[in-house]
């Protein structure tokens, strides 16, 4: 059974830092290209971040890009978001998925798994 399973997600102030992991199982993550998305209230999901599988190349959305890294260690099936400087507009629920390829990754419908979710809150 595929699952991806975020968690890391907290309540931080702003200027700090959280990362995210997003561990997989039920299928080879070294196949996979594994996006980041986000949810706020009121607001449509939008793409952070993705990794692709083997050409360890990374996208950002102009929103993160300098704040936020993502990697992955596929001995341990595991994706991580590391997530500097946050600022209270950095609130949502965070997102994993995987895809065959970072092509389109910034549209929902480009990826064939999902996560639930772990909630990024940004205040003081």
């Known amino acids: 059974q595929v699952r991806l399973a975020e968690t890391g997600g907290d309540l931080v102030q702003p200027g700090g830092s959280l990362r995210l992991s997003c561990a997989a199982s039920g299928f080879t993550l070294d196949y996979y290209a594994i996006a980041w998305f986000r949810q706020a209230p009121g607001r449509e999901r939008e793409g952070v971040s993705c990794s692709s599988s083997f050409a360890d190349t990374s996208y950002y959305s102009d929103y993160v890009k300098g704040r936020f890294t993502a990697s992955r260690d596929n001995a341990k099936s595991t994706v991580y978001l590391q997530m500097n400087s946050l600022k209270p507009e950095d609130t949502a629920v965070y997102y994993c998925?995987?895809?065959?390829?970072?092509?389109?990754?910034?549209?929902?419908?480009?990826?064939?798994?999902w996560g639930k979710g772990t909630l990024v809150t940004v205040s003081s």
């Open positions: 998925a995987a895809a065959e390829s970072c092509t389109n990754w910034g549209s929902s419908s480009a990826m064939n798994y």
